[in-house]
């Protein structure tokens, strides 16, 4: 059975006591997961301990990084390396995420880079693709995220790629006044699961966590998780809210 997740991505927001005030009200709600219902943290780095020590011994809460470098170590200032945040037994690492990718010039081989060290140093990546409203509006935004998953994560073993958790994020519904439908997001999602079918087998496919990241907000969630192909969410501005990530929480349960 694929584990559901409902995965928190701060990015840049937040003082400490923010932080750990939402973290409070978050885990106050008690909010009972299934066995293979899990909700992920991806906080900024100066709060991953603060954030481990908060869900330690809550079951199957766990805190993500939001990025590694694609090197283990070196003259690499301002960088956090896999190693590091293995060493803080920080169990997922959110990757490739859109914003990355055009902020900061990521690119499929550097993702493919990133995938191998945060795997080889035991940390499960959340390994973001979607496409731009260019790519959307000609049509070719199945080829576009087909290409970023060979790129980056064709070259895996089988047993590898079972360790990868994927995001899908339609960019071009991400502040743009556009919105994807839950049908929309089931037909990419569908796609993506059949192109890891193709490369590595229907059975493996189906055990692959394929996460949603437009705009997943308390009032949709339930809609959303409902499709077949969409294990959870990848959530955004809804994550700094507490009742609202609650919700998404709950629909995920």
């Not at 909700?39 to 990025?67: D, M, R, T």
């Not at 995420?97 to 990546?125: C, D, F, W």
């Not at 496919?205 to 437009?214: E, M, R």
Request: net charge negative; charged share 20%; proline share 3%.
């Amino acid at each position: 059975m694929r584990k559901k997740i409902a995965a928190a991505n701060w990015k840049m927001n937040l003082r400490l006591e923010q932080g750990e005030q939402l973290l409070d009200a978050i885990l106050s709600k008690n909010i009972n997961l299934s066995a293979n219902s899990h909700v992920v943290f991806a906080v900024p780095f100066p709060y991953l301990q603060i954030a481990s020590s908060k869900v330690n011994g809550k079951q199957n809460y766990a805190v993500a990084a939001q990025n590694c470098h694609q090197k283990s170590a070196g003259a690499y200032t301002g960088e956090v390396s896999a190693e590091m945040l293995q060493s803080l037994q920080i169990p997922f690492v959110v990757l490739g995420h859109s914003e990355r990718r055009e902020y900061n010039g990521e690119t499929n081989a550097i993702l493919a880079e990133k995938v191998n060290e945060a795997l080889a140093k035991s940390l499960q990546p959340i390994f973001c693709c979607g496409e731009p409203l260019a790519i959307r509006e000609d049509g070719t935004q199945n080829a576009h995220v087909e290409k970023q998953l060979e790129e980056s994560l064709f070259h895996l073993t089988a047993e590898q790629i079972l360790q990868i958790v994927i995001a899908y994020e339609p960019i071009w519904a991400i502040g743009t006044g556009k919105t994807a439908t839950a049908d929309q997001a089931q037909d990419m999602h569908a796609h993506l699961r059949s192109v890891l079918s193709n490369k590595y087998g229907s059975d493996l496919a189906n055990q692959i966590s394929i996460l949603y990241g437009g705009s997943v907000k308390g009032s949709n969630a339930k809609e959303l998780f409902s499709k077949p192909d969409v294990d959870g969410g990848l959530v955004g501005g809804a994550s700094l809210q507490a009742d609202d990530f609650g919700l998404i929480i709950e629909a995920l349960a």
